[in-house]
């Protein structure tokens, strides 16, 4: 129990640095891959000066992230004329905690034994033979969840954009709703035919299914099982996260910034932090799902077994390390290649989004769905 | 009935995919970005920007209007004589002058005390130097240390003006004997 209790306390920690941690290293990624791509330089300017010396520690323009921070607790909290205030200051809380809610049934490594860490020892005494997947709540249900968690979001933007009083932001939440309700029903879909290739609504189930291979050579991840899927699943999550190609909600050039746009301060700034927040779940969603989970190409939680046949059995402490690792670096890559999409290419137009996912989007991953529930179930009747 | 305008793109099969052209898209500014980031790790500048205080740009004019200097005479004093010609052309009231009298110089006994010029205000027009008789007032064209976090510190003083060292000097030069000494202006 108090093993547990320990265990656990870890993992939500974990999580939730995390997320932050990441959310707030994807504010500075955002602006220093713009700048490359742009030839420019990008922020740099913001420094802490070591005292009594003259020496500027700039770092890359990574400390803008924490000058944003610090702008936005000091700022004035400016409160519009609103007849609901409760709405007003609930919603920046249910944008945000959502996002946060979803991570928990996202696995980020493989099996834990505590006790086999080390050798012998106080651990090995401690914990014994308990063994915990490396996630924060192991549901059954894992896919279930995360879908009705992130279908919750909306709320908050719907209140905020109706409590504040303004028609630039009832409009970027009337969108926003239209918007989220369409891609929600893709990326189920989408999701759907991955759970029907792997035969399981469990999120670590899955990753384990993804630790082997297919004909002999290829990992079986899900992008190569599912490609459709995963490109259908990938757009879905920039729609949900209102980034462009997909930031109708809050175009700046029309909207002024949105449904935010009466929010100041920190609680503009939970709305900043929920979306790259929101850019670090779905990448971590897109790496379970599609891209193998926490293993790197070939492993599983004994080791590594490559094609061939040729095994490499790890201790398992380089196997929890190396799953921690690999993951990480997955989600920068990932969350990376969603910056890339974010600033290359241009805002829909209102009818071309909804065309797009009603008329292109929805039908493509119904075909997928009837084509996979098809293949899956000759391959079943045939075993 | 959508409003069919004049210049409504015309679109192919490839283009109406837009999954293609997106992907095309990405292909662009991808290779941008790793053409660039190639640059940055091999220690080379991957970007066209310049730092600009601490850096220039290779197309600077070499005629740019930067800091002022205040010329010597060749004994040391300043060239001004504080006619205040420059501080009533002046259209950005930057320049203030206090005008000394200096009776153990017959030569000249008006200078200033105290020449100033505000770089807050100051807009690098050149009227200064075009208006002053003296050649005492010129600009070069390099301007260092011009941006601050403190508009008092932006005053340059008259001992600034007449002491910094521009890359260039466009100080005249002067023989060792002047031709004119003690010639009245």
Wanted: proline share 5%; charged share 15%; hydrophobic share 45%.
């Amino acid at each position: 129990m108090t093993q547990d209790l320990i265990v656990y306390s870890l993992y939500m920690g974990y999580a939730i640095a995390f997320m932050v941690g990441l959310a707030t290293l994807f504010t500075w990624v955002e602006r220093k891959q713009s700048a490359i791509m742009a030839d420019r330089i990008g922020a740099n300017r913001a420094y802490i000066r070591i005292p009594y010396t003259k020496v500027k520690l700039t770092c890359m323009g990574l400390f803008h992230g924490m000058a944003d921070g610090a702008k936005m607790l000091l700022k004035e909290n400016f409160t519009p004329t609103t007849y609901d205030t409760l709405c007003y200051n609930l919603a920046p809380w249910l944008a945000a905690v959502p996002v946060l809610l979803v991570f928990a049934v996202v696995p980020f490594g493989g099996q834990l034994m505590p006790g086999h860490l080390v050798e012998s020892g106080f651990l090995r005494d401690f914990f014994g033979d308990r063994s915990y997947t490396m996630q924060v709540a192991h549901l059954d249900a894992g896919v279930l969840i995360m879908l009705a968690v992130s279908g919750i979001g909306i709320l908050g933007i719907m209140l905020a954009g109706w409590s504040s009083n303004n028609k630039f932001s009832m409009l970027g939440s009337a969108r926003a709703a239209s918007q989220m309700i369409s891609y929600e029903v893709v990326m189920g879909l989408a999701l759907i035919s991955l759970v029907v290739t792997f035969g399981t609504l469990d999120i670590a189930e899955m990753v384990r299914l993804q630790s082997g291979q297919i004909f002999g050579i290829l990992p079986a991840w899900g992008v190569f099982k599912q490609p459709l899927a995963f490109s259908l699943f990938m757009t879905a999550a920039i729609a949900e996260n209102k980034r462009v190609p997909f930031d109708l909600p809050e175009c700046e050039s029309e909207l002024v910034s949105g449904y935010f746009t009466e929010y100041t301060g920190m609680k503009m700034g939970l709305f900043m932090l929920s979306e790259f927040i929101t850019i670090v779940v779905a990448s971590a969603l897109l790496v379970t799902l599609f891209l193998g989970g926490c293993n790197p190409p070939y492993m599983n939680d004994a080791g590594f077994l490559f094609p061939g046949g040729w095994e490499l059995p790890l201790p398992h402490l380089a196997v929890v390390l190396l799953q921690l690792g690999t993951f990480l670096v997955k989600v920068v890559i990932t969350g990376c290649f969603m910056v890339q999409i974010r600033w290359t290419l241009p805002r829909f137009r209102y009818d071309q989004l909804l065309n797009f996912g009603w008329k292109l989007l929805m039908p493509l991953t119904a075909v997928n769905l009837i084509v996979t529930v098809i293949f899956r179930w000759f391959t079943l009747r045939m075993i | 009935m959508r409003k069919q305008y004049w210049n409504q793109p015309e679109m192919g099969l490839w283009e109406k995919v837009y999954v293609l052209e997106a992907i095309r898209g990405l292909w662009i500014t991808g290779g941008v970005f790793f053409g660039n980031m190639f640059k940055w790790l091999t220690f080379r500048k991957g970007a066209l920007t310049a730092y600009y205080p601490e850096e220039r740009r290779a197309d600077y004019s070499p005629i740019n209007r930067g800091r002022h200097i205040l010329t010597h005479r060749p004994n040391g004093k300043v060239q001004c004589v504080s006619c205040n010609m420059c501080a009533t052309v002046c259209p950005a009231y930057a320049i203030e002058i206090e005008s000394g009298l200096d009776l153990d110089d017959p030569a000249h006994p008006k200078s200033p005390v105290r020449f100033e010029l505000d770089y807050s205000r100051c807009i690098f027009c050149g009227f200064c130097v075009e208006a002053c008789p003296e050649d005492a007032i010129r600009m070069s064209p390099d301007t260092p240390d011009l941006p601050n976090f403190n508009r008092d510190d932006m005053w340059a003083s008259q001992d600034l003006l007449m002491n910094w060292r521009p890359t260039n000097d466009t100080q005249k030069s002067y023989d060792e004997q002047p031709a004119h000494e003690g010639e009245v202006h």
